[in-house]
């Protein structure tokens, strides 16, 4: 489903990966942990197609990202990414439920519908009486549940997660890995989890270690 070729990736004369070599197969569940600073970010970044690398191959689901234009790209990342990131991103003068049903509305889907996946995956999550909630209303980790559902409401076969609990205590941490895994294994969805806690190897089918912009698997 994910395939990168000799990916390199520099910034004037700083190198930050060298050399990435790496397939995933649908269905799988990877982590992705090192430093701060060792590149996880733009590597996740490139995957997702937010960024271009300075040189190498990018395929997703056969698709050679190179490849395509802009559109093309958009279209792709639309259909087939889901992002989950550090800080919610969510949009305060929102609910819980508008939050999540936006990048439905976006692709064309009717208001009805969208409120209606939302609903179910909210009460997948726990999360059933929140609805009405905006983001101020609610704690940290049923902020990141909210965000996980809006990167869902698609149905995105790759979803990408930046440091998913990088502001969470361990409690709500382990909370919301458990919903990835869970996700993971009821909708075999391909996931790529950044992060600097060793905790979510734990919950992973492969973890890879990025040190010094190379990848080593564990």
């Known amino acids: 489903m994910i395939e990168l070729r000799n990916i390199h990736l520099q910034y004037k004369k700083l190198k930050i990966l060298k050399d990435i070599n790496l397939k995933i197969n ?10 701060s600073g060792a590149g996880k970010t733009s590597l996740l970044n490139i995957i997702g197609t937010l960024e271009k690398p300075s040189k190498g191959i990018v395929k997703i689901n056969e698709n050679e990202i190179q490849k395509l234009n802009d559109n093309k790209i958009s279209l792709l990342r639309n259909n087939e990414i889901g992002f989950v990131f550090q800080f919610h991103n ?9 939050n999540i049903i936006l990048p439905a509305l976006i692709m064309g889907e009717s208001k009805k519908i969208a409120e209606i996946r939302a609903k179910e995956i909210l009460d997948s999550l726990d999360l059933s009486n929140r609805d009405n909630h905006k983001p101020n209303q609610l704690s940290g980790g049923e902020q ?10 698609n149905s995105p076969s790759i979803l990408l997660a930046d440091e998913p609990t990088g502001n969470l205590d361990e409690e709500n941490s382990s909370k919301i890995n458990n919903i990835l895994s869970k996700l993971n294994q009821d909708f075999n969805q391909t996931m790529v989890i950044v992060s600097h806690k060793k905790g979510i190897t734990k919950f992973t089918n492969r973890n890879l270690e990025l040190t010094n912009g190379t990848i080593i698997e564990e």
């Open 26 to 35: 649908k269905g799988e569940m990877i982590s992705i942990t090192g430093q």
């Open 90 to 98: 969510l949009l305060n003068e929102f609910t819980a439920l508008e």
């Open 144 to 153: 990141q549940r909210v965000a996980i559902a809006r990167s869902i409401i």
